[in-house]
């Protein structure tokens, strides 16, 4: 972990990012329970969704964009954000949040992932 840390700080790199996004579900329908693996969305595509939209989001660390756009997929898409483009305006939100922190999104998935009993392999990661 120290190893990472001190290499990302308290954001995504690649790996990780990835990692996680693969550990996501989402529900298979909007009238079922049934969780199915989700679809990634990667940080390019992210990129081109960003440009589509002509969305700016300033201070970008990391991958913690792709992270974030991928976690409110899994568990917001046809909820309280209906598509991409409030999806990305709620990460912009999220990572300007001007009395918030820069690692929020990290700290929030090493959270769940704590409260889940989920074990990171650091090294794996770097």
Not at 19 to 34: E, G, I, L, P
Not at 81 to 93: G, S, T, Y
Not at 94 to 118: L, Q, R, T, V
Request: with cysteine; proline share 2%.
């Amino acid at each position: 972990m120290e190893d990472y840390l001190s290499a990302y700080g308290w954001h995504f790199n690649k790996k990780m990012a990835e990692w996680a996004v693969s550990n996501m579900r989402k529900k298979a329908d909007a009238n079922s329970d049934k969780l199915v693996k989700m679809q990634m969305t990667t940080k390019e595509q992210l990129d081109e969704l960003m440009k589509k939209h002509n969305i700016i989001i300033e201070d970008i660390n990391g991958y913690d964009a792709m992270y974030l756009y991928n976690m409110i997929k899994a568990d917001y898409f046809g909820s309280s954000i209906v598509d991409e483009q409030h999806a990305l305006l709620h990460i912009k939100d999220i990572i300007g949040d001007p009395d918030g922190y820069e690692s929020k999104a990290f700290s929030h998935f090493y959270a769940d992932c704590i409260s889940m009993g989920i074990p990171i392999i650091w090294e794996d990661m770097i």
